[in-house]
């Protein structure tokens, strides 16, 4: 997937020297990992407590709904889209999902059906919203920027209204049911990790091993050569910003039986958490390169400072925002040799 | 050039006209919208207060703005006064620094204004202030572990807001008052933004660290939900008591079903905005002073007096 970019290579002719680079490279290339696993060492030596599987699993499981968003994300940022939403977008998600779940508990009844139904809605939601994203962009040709800055107004203010500024909450009855998609787990594995498993695996696939991933990486490296080349663009495009909107479903799918409810915070600042994870996982914000195992470490990295921070006392608590933004400069910073 | 002065006398008296015509009083309301739990209390208390006070007073006109930032609360009341020529104000700013000069430009051109809960940096740009109790909001709570823990002792963990003099002076005085009885121990005091979702990973956090834990102040109720479901998933049967704040419905509903996790709440009402507004409007119809401080105690909810502090129409 990584070419030797031609600008990379010396000029001056030192045959020698370039095995050592091309060692360099691939070191680099490997930031985001080298990162996490010395945030790691850190981690376990301020508190031997971070080890533990329970704690582990406790920062893989709040990393899936980030990373889930993020690996949808990666595809967007690969075509040389953005989009700004997906918070706002995964509350709206959420309310509804949650309204529609009540309304059809008082028919159907608290139990499988109602849930699965709810499950749906929230895909189909996530979808029409890439769609129409994905539509507005390409058919309407306005920037992905500002189309997406436009619904995270627009999505976030429809909840707000929803919940008249309080919260939604779940009936009892439906999220007891609900319950165990989060809180569950299949041999002894939390069932969001199992997802955010899955969903990472088949976004690699198809990113890497697919005829739909390579046009999404040459739509991003070059447009107007992808237009030439006879790839249907648009199509592509639209069908990128669906493939978020299903992530975002999905993550919020798993998400609301969490607290069982949603208010005008839920999802705040998402967007940012996963553009953050995908460009600290090396792919480039113009486009056109990128990787989904470098994703998930950059979600998984994020969560990790934040639990970190919250198991130790030697940062003053105001600092915590600052000592994020160091760790995402200094990752950047590992790989920028690559660019 | 006449024509132009004569204009500017025909718009001016087409200003005054009305004012001149009744003896209205027009009160404005500016407030910020419904962005979390707490804020959309206030939304719904204050249309309620306009309900009931425009019933009550005929004259009395009451318009209810809400802003969404300081930007355009301060634009919001300059339309009050030029737009609908308002007597007095009462007004929640979003930020006390960015809205006191526009305030006290207001109220040096001759309207009333009442400031609540978030005060401004010059008490001088206010004729009156009504306000919640933060420290004894903070001290009310403290007092309540003394009495629970004050013998046997207790490992408490405490969630903070967001960074802000409101949380300080909380927090500060919840530690003086915790300080009264030795055997409490804070463990650690971290930021859950006054957010379902932080205050359940910090609470996360909290339970891998320290493996007996007796108590949480989580100091609001919205966090107190997210601390709560971190329980759950942990299965950890240490904790005797989560203490919220502020007076959600449903953690009203608790105290009076005798929840054994959430006992007892302490208030801090969105209510008082329906108070701000109703003692304005007094002192303006009948021409009394009103009081310069005033102070909304935050009281302790027990069983006892929970139905007085539950409201199940308001979306908080």
């Known amino acids: 997937m990584s070419q030797p970019d031609p600008r990379a290579v010396p000029s001056g002719p030192a045959p020698a020297a370039a095995p050592a680079r091309a060692v360099l490279t691939r070191v680099a290339s490997l930031g985001p990992l080298l990162g996490l696993l010395a945030l790691m060492v850190v981690a376990t030596l301020l508190n031997h407590d971070f080890l533990t599987v329970a704690n582990l699993s406790n920062v893989l499981t709040r990393a899936a709904f980030s990373g889930i968003i993020a690996v949808g994300m990666t595809f967007v940022i690969i075509s040389g889209g953005i989009d700004l939403s997906v918070g706002s977008m995964a509350a709206l998600i959420a309310g509804s999902m949650i309204l529609i779940m009540n309304a059809l508990s008082t028919t159907l009844g608290p139990g499988v059906l109602t849930i699965a139904l709810g499950m749906l809605a929230a895909l189909a939601i996530g979808a029409l919203a890439g769609l129409f994203h994905g539509t507005v962009i390409t058919r309407g040709r306005i920037e992905p920027f500002i189309v997406t800055l436009g619904t995270l107004g627009i999505y976030r203010a429809v909840l707000t209204y929803l919940a008249q500024g309080g919260a939604i909450s779940l009936d009892q009855g439906v999220g007891d049911r609900y319950g165990p998609v989060y809180y569950g787990s299949v041999l002894g594995i939390p069932i969001p990790i199992l997802v955010f498993t899955a969903v990472a695996l088949l976004g690699g696939l198809i990113l890497n091993r697919t005829r739909y991933g390579r046009y999404v990486q040459a739509i991003g490296s070059s447009e107007q050569v992808a237009r030439y080349a006879a790839i249907d663009v648009t199509g592509i495009k639209i069908l990128t910003y669906v493939l978020l909107g299903v992530c975002v479903g999905l993550a919020t799918i798993l998400y609301v039986p969490r607290l069982g409810s949603a208010t005008p915070s839920t999802g705040l600042l998402w967007e940012l958490e996963a553009i953050a994870a995908v460009i600290i996982g090396g792919t480039a914000l113009k486009g056109g390169s990128g990787r989904i195992w470098g994703t998930v470490v950059g979600a998984i990295l994020l969560v990790t400072i934040e639990n970190v921070l919250n198991l130790t006392n030697i940062i003053s608590v105001y600092l915590n925002a600052a000592v994020t933004g160091f760790v995402i400069i200094g990752v950047a910073f590992f790989q920028r040799g690559r660019r | ?316």
């Open chain 2, 1 to 316: 050039m006449t024509h132009l002065t004569r204009l500017t006398a025909l718009s001016l008296f087409l200003a005054a006209s009305p004012a001149l015509a009744q003896a209205k009083q027009i009160i404005g309301v500016s407030i910020p919208s419904a962005d979390h739990g707490w804020t959309a209390g206030v939304v719904y208390h204050a249309n309620q207060a306009k309900a009931m006070l425009e019933k009550m007073y005929p004259n009395v006109q009451i318009i209810v703005k809400t802003a969404k930032d300081s930007n355009e609360q301060a634009n919001q009341i300059q339309d009050l006064l030029t737009v609908n020529k308002i007597n007095a104000l009462v007004i929640l700013p979003q930020e006390s620094a960015p809205l006191t000069r526009p305030v006290a430009a207001l109220k040096a051109k001759g309207v009333f204004v009442t400031v609540v809960d978030r005060g401004l940096t010059d008490p001088k740009a206010q004729d009156a202030y009504v306000a919640g109790d933060n420290t004894a909001f903070g001290r009310v709570a403290g007092e309540y572990f003394v009495k629970q823990f004050g013998s046997g002792g207790a490992n408490v963990v405490v969630l903070r807001g967001i960074p802000t003099v409101i949380d300080n002076q909380r927090v500060d005085a919840f530690k003086a008052a915790v300080a009264k009885s030795p055997s409490i121990k804070i463990l650690d005091a971290k930021f859950g933004n006054w957010n379902r979702d932080d205050a359940f990973k910090v609470m996360q956090d909290y339970l891998t660290r320290f493996p007996k834990i007796d108590a949480v102040w989580a100091s609001d109720d919205d966090m107190a939900v997210g601390v709560i479901k971190a329980l759950e998933q942990a299965k950890r049967t240490d904790v005797k008591l989560v203490l919220g704040g502020a007076g959600m419905k449903e953690a009203i509903k608790k105290v009076m079903d005798g929840d054994k996790l959430m006992p007892v709440d302490v208030t801090y009402p969105p209510s008082m905005i329906a108070d701000a507004i109703r003692l304005t409007v007094e002192s303006r119809v009948k021409g009394t002073p009103m009081k310069a401080t005033t102070l909304i105690p935050s009281v302790l909810v027990t069983p006892a007096n929970a139905k007085d502090y539950y409201f199940p129409n308001s979306p908080f």
